[in-house]
């Protein structure tokens, strides 16, 4: 929640995401460390999230918003990833989670963004909750886990499972901070900054103008708006929300063994038999991996374009994007572990980014929506 943050200094102005995106970096790149060693982004560099625009990014324009698009939202991502993962991560979740939430009633929304459209909605699709009915709503029970960046948010959304009469039903609710327990349960070896903690509710009363169906947003049929950000299937946009803060880490990867290299052989000229690979051995890890980011950066700004064309998209270009942000994922894994291989003893100490990097980046390819075989199942399903 804001409360948790430090004073806004000024009225924010909308000077885009992405050019807003490098003074953001400049602070998620100095704060790094210690957002790592927090479990959650340093309050100064979730201030500087919403200072930048991403929570407003794709909130409607009645409601205060930009109704952005999806290509200039991946790069800011990508700035922002190339000083901290972490915080890359949750300002991409901010700009998503609110896309979805445009898809409530018009009560729903009203709520939602009663105090301005730089309110941080967090979230799960995964349907980890029951619901029932209940007179004017519905009673929620559940725990979802790796709600990143939960710590500051002003609302969730929770999907659970309508039970009752006739077949289970996904309903997504939208639950103020007031109303939702964190349990603090997140320590994990990568992404540790990313604050991904548990959300718990019990037997909530959830009002119905809080709630929308999970099968709209998959298929991309809001409540109102027409806008491309809201009408665009979430097959096509939801890998991008994962893989981009992936490319700016590989990207802050390649510029840290870059400056680390550079230093290590600088001090070892001149000394003969000095251990170490050769000049041809780094010339072919640099020339490899980065032709694997610049190929991964290709498949992502595609996949950024056809989720810009909203309900346009088709079904196999909705799959295409599955699978190659899933493939744009494996390059950049295969990348940063090179990098990490042939930095050396001295390129891995704990005080250097090159291993935070690298465990950000294996950890948060592990994320279902970046799996390559179920990406390949639904495009093969499309092309067999």
């Known amino acids: 929640m804001l409360d948790n943050l430090p004073p806004h200094p000024e009225p924010s102005r909308d000077t ?3 050019m807003s995106a490098v003074r953001a970096a400049e602070v998620a790149g100095r704060l790094a460390a210690e957002t790592e060693s927090l479990r959650r982004l340093h309050p100064e560099a979730m201030r500087a999230v919403l200072d930048a625009g991403f929570a407003r990014h794709f909130v409607p324009v009645e409601h205060g918003g930009r109704a952005g698009n999806f ?3 991946t790069r800011a991502v990508v700035t922002l990833g190339e000083s901290c993962t972490a915080t890359a991560w949750c300002a991409s979740l901010a700009a998503n989670l609110a896309r979805m939430a445009a898809y409530l009633p018009a009560q729903g929304r009203k709520d939602v963004w009663d105090e301005g459209p730089d309110t941080l909605v967090v979230g799960s699709l995964s349907p980890f909750g029951t619901a029932q009915r209940a ?3 519905y009673r929620l029970t559940g725990r979802w886990p790796y709600i990143s960046g939960v710590d500051f948010a002003d609302w969730a959304l929770l999907c659970g499972t309508l039970t009752g009469d006739g077949a289970p039903v996904p309903l997504v609710f939208a639950v103020p901070r007031a109303e939702f327990e964190v349990v603090e349960s997140w320590d994990s070896v990568g992404m540790s900054g990313t604050g991904s903690n548990t ?8 009002p119905a103008e809080r709630t929308f169906l999970r099968a709209d947003l998959l298929s991309g049929r809001p409540t109102d708006s027409e806008a491309p950000c809201h009408t665009v299937p979430l097959e096509a946009a939801n890998g991008l929300s994962f893989a981009a803060p992936l490319l700016g ?9 870059t400056e680390h290299v550079a230093a290590k052989t600088a001090a070892l000229a001149g000394r003969t038999g000095a251990p170490g690979p050769s000049r041809a051995s780094y ?3 640099l020339a490899r991996s980065v032709a694997e980011i610049d190929s991964a950066q290709l498949l992502l700004e595609r996949c950024a374009a056809v989720a810009d064309r909203g309900a346009a998209v088709t079904r196999l270009e909705r799959t295409r994007n599955l699978r190659d942000c899933a493939y744009a ?8 572990d090179r990098f990490f291989r042939t930095a050396g003893t001295s390129g891995q100490l704990t005080d250097r980014p090159i291993q935070r990097f690298w465990r950000d980046v294996n950890s948060g390819s ?7 075989e179920a990406a390949a199942g639904a495009y093969a399903e499309q092309r067999l």
């Open 16 to 18: 885009g995401v992405a």
């Open 71 to 73: 290509e200039e939202l």
């Open 135 to 137: 007179p004017g709503g």
């Open 199 to 206: 959300v718990a509710v019990d037997r909530l009363l959830v």
């Open 249 to 257: 880490a590989a990207r802050g990867t390649q510029r840290a063994w």
């Open 283 to 285: 010339a072919d890890t």
């Open 329 to 336: 994922v494996e390059l950049l894994v295969s990348a940063v």
């Open 366 to 372: 592990t994320h279902i929506a970046l799996q390559f």
